[in-house]
């Protein structure tokens, strides 16, 4: 069965903080992964997508094949991070599955 | 700058009701999407659509049907609406190429009453 695992539906991180958004992946074959953002009141958009290995916003992710996880990390937590966020995997019929999402709370 | 626009905002309507949510794009997207957006539930797949005139089916169809006569534009159809249809619609767009980015119309909040 192809699906992606957020398992934490609300993260509370202090200013400066780092950060960890887990996400685990079911998928038979090379997975495409990708990190959505939803800021409030804008629409959902792309944060990063796993082959392009840049840091954007200061967030990185890594594939780990061997635990099956794409967990998005950021050193030190902004206030505009506040936001929430989907990983996403692409199949080989376009389709895009997504997680359920965990919501990111800054704490100043 | 691509954009993918949705008819509606916020809609509300009777149960009963047939109801449509169109959506539009403007970069020549092979591939359209609608999902619903619920909490904790995420964003789940309606309907997806590759070409003109095809379509498949999603983890969540019951109840939905949808529409593309052009390339442009994909319609979701509430046949009859039901109070659990009442959800935040989003419409998406992409390429048919690895790695492609989706995006994403402003969402119409649906209430059925």
């Known amino acids: 069965a192809q699906r992606v695992t957020q398992p934490e539906k609300l993260l509370s991180v202090f200013k400066g903080a780092p950060v960890e958004l887990k996400c685990n992946y079911s998928y038979s074959g090379s997975p495409e992964l990708f990190w959505y953002v939803q800021y409030s009141r804008q629409r959902l958009q792309l944060l990063l997508r796993?082959?392009s290995r840049e840091s954007i916003k200061g967030f990185t992710a890594d594939l780990n094949k061997g635990e099956t996880s794409f967990h998005l990390k950021k050193p030190f937590a902004q206030e505009e991070d506040s936001a929430m966020y989907y990983c996403a995997l692409l199949n080989r019929d376009d389709k895009i599955i997504f997680g359920k999402g965990t919501r990111l709370h800054i704490l100043p | 700058d691509v954009k993918v626009t949705q008819s509606s905002r916020y809609l509300v309507k009777r149960t009963g009701e047939k109801v449509f949510l169109e959506c539009v794009q403007d970069m020549d997207h092979e591939n359209m999407f609608w999902y619903r957006q619920d909490p904790g539930l995420g964003l789940r797949l309606i309907y997806f659509s590759y070409d003109v005139k095809m379509k498949e089916k999603g983890d969540i169809p019951e109840g939905y049907s949808v529409s593309r006569e052009k390339k442009e534009r994909f319609s979701l159809i509430l046949e009859s609406a039901s109070t659990n249809q009442t959800s935040m619609y989003l419409c998406?767009?992409?390429?048919?190429?690895?790695?492609?980015?989706?995006?994403f119309g402003q969402g119409t909040r649906l209430t059925v009453v």
């Open positions: 796993h082959i």
């Open positions: 998406a767009s992409s390429l048919g190429t690895r790695w492609t980015e989706a995006f």
